[in-house]
């Protein structure tokens, strides 16, 4: 049974970068099924999709936030991560990784995020 | 980007009762759309995919309906386990947009 766990600092201060990892166990993060995501939720607020990888490095991420993210994937750590640079408190949420199943519609794939990570709290302060 | 609406944000509600829910996009999505159940302090879980699809293990009180623009969400018959905010989400054209949520709580 795949299980996902974040990991990162959980207080940063405002300008710095934000570098979280996902570790993937019970499973490989190389198999082709899955993409591997981001996503985050403010205090209070719903929930905003980031961007995702796939093991072969190939990325998509939010276009608003897509100049300060970078998502990378270390197939041989089993692991994949998020970097989010010039941080402010509006990047204040708790962040989850997700694995993304992905099937066939006919003409093209239905994606869907079906295991997530815990959730880590990342604190944007001074 | 796509933008997704839900309505309504807020419903209060008994056992036993049946809530719909509904998820807007706007422009078509065919049905690249999924439902998530969020419960505090936990992360999301998926319950449906392609608008009408239900995942392995989430009771049939559960379904999803809707084509093109339109989805709903219904609980055909609310148990006390399904207290929790709703999220849709489209899955069309990323960035995978994510309506606002659907608290549902105990009337």
């Known amino acids: 049974q795949v299980q996902l766990q974040e990991s990162g600092p959980g207080l940063i201060k405002p300008s710095q970068t934000l570098s979280l990892t996902c570790i993937v166990s019970g499973g490989s993060i190389s198999s082709g099924d899955y993409y591997w995501s981001w996503i985050r939720q403010p205090p209070g607020k719903g929930l905003e999709w980031i961007g995702y990888?796939?093991?072969?490095?190939?990325?998509s991420s939010n276009p608003s936030l897509q100049s300060r993210v970078n998502i990378s994937v270390d197939t041989s750590k089993n692991q994949f991560s998020l970097k989010l640079t010039s941080v402010t408190a509006a990047d204040t949420a708790v962040y989850y990784c997700?694995?993304?199943?992905?099937?066939?519609?006919?003409?093209?794939?239905?994606?869907?995020?079906?295991?997530w990570g815990q959730g880590t709290t990342v604190t944007v302060s001074s | 980007d796509i933008q997704v609406t839900q309505s309504p944000l807020s419903l209060s509600a008994s056992v036993g009762d049946r809530v719909t829910i509904t998820c807007r996009a706007s422009q078509s999505i065919i049905n690249y759309l999924n439902w998530y159940q969020q419960k505090p302090g936990k992360a999301p879980k998926l319950l449906i995919d392609?608008?009408?699809s239900l995942q392995s293990g989430v009771p049939p009180r559960f379904s999803g309906s809707g084509s093109g623009a339109h989805f709903t969400l219904t609980i055909s018959s609310l148990q006390p386990e399904d207290f929790a905010t709703y999220y849709c989400?489209?899955?069309?054209?990323?960035?995978?947009?994510f309506g606002p949520g659907t608290t549902v709580d105990i009337k």
């Open positions: 392609a608008a009408s």
């Open positions: 997700a694995r993304v199943v992905h099937r066939w519609s006919g003409y093209d794939y239905y994606y869907g995020m079906d295991v």
């Open positions: 990888i796939y093991y072969s490095g190939s990325t």
């Open positions: 989400q489209q899955s069309y054209n990323p960035p995978f947009t």
